[in-house]
């Protein structure tokens, strides 16, 4: 079963998020020597900000250097691009990081960009499986208000990435959210994964909400996911967000 945790603004989700985070730091650093976390772009990344850096208590535990980062979902713009993921990461939070202690991270290879060229954007997908570990310890995503995670879309014309398979990283193309060319992972990657969270807030994820957690809609990939992978997935949403669930008994 999902586990969900609303909190109002005075609970500080961040910081929430961020003992979560720790305690999966800590959890696999004492059966193995590497953190392998993979993250999502949007919203996510201030408050990863706001948990693994603004706040000194949490801060200070975080071992960095046993952490590799990956993402979940990636723009196909160059690293320094505004709309880039790991550009967006490396400004809230590589850029912080002021001990030589730093994590491995892992971009697309933006040496491969050649745009509008369709093999191009096949290549750098193939490529990112490649550099991908078998089994990632934490996935953090976060949740658009037509129901998408990653790069994952609901509707007939992105149910390709969906329905994949084999795959663990595909091109995804006509994102309805810009920029339109992007990477995504698929559900195997998902399904090997030790934890899933979700981090979802404000007032414009109300419908969705209530579609994911009322309705069930498992055409939507976020209610999918829960509907798969329950018993790894934690939703870390605010009361604003939440604030349409009718079911809160989840
Ligand atoms: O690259 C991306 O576009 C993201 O990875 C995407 O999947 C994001 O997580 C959701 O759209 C939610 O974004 P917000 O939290 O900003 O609404």
Redesign the pocket.
Known sequence: MVTVYVHSEADNLPKKLGQYILNQQNKTLSRSNTFKIAI?????INVLRLGLIENKNISSKIKWDHWEIYF????IVPLNHPDS?YGAFKVAVLDNLTNSKLPKVFPINESLINNNNKSSHIKIAEDYEKLLPKQLDSLL?????DG????LFPGLKHKYLLEEQTKRVMWCHDSP?PPSD?ITITLPVLNDSVEIAF??EGESKQSIMHEIFDLKDLNLPTALINALYGDKVTWFVNDKAFAKVENKDI
């Open positions: 999502s772009g949007g919203s996510l979940v979902d990636e723009r993921n995503l976060g949740c658009g208000p998408h995670t990653c790069s959210k992007r981090v979802t």
